[in-house]
């Protein structure tokens, strides 16, 4: 299960980056919204997959709520998931 949860972490990463700092000013600044369609809803389920696989391994890597807390604050921030693979993970 760590396994799945850091190619997770690492998928969702990229895809919210990927949907931040390129769909996002493509549908507003060049009035193409085609990569935000594409990426909102793998990014969507790769989120939620990230959440539930944070809290269904957390007992498993002895996070007290504290850690568990920052790991699923990371997920909202860019590159956020990246820092938990390299500090927890």
Known sequence: MLKTFKIVSLLEGVSYILL??????????????????????????????YVILALAIRSLLDWDLKTTFIVLIASILPFGTFYINKKYL
């Open 20 to 49: 931040l700092f390129v769909g996002v000013p493509l549908k507003y600044i060049g009035d193409n919204d085609v990569l935000v369609k594409l990426l909102g809803m793998p990014h969507g389920i790769l989120f939620v997959a």
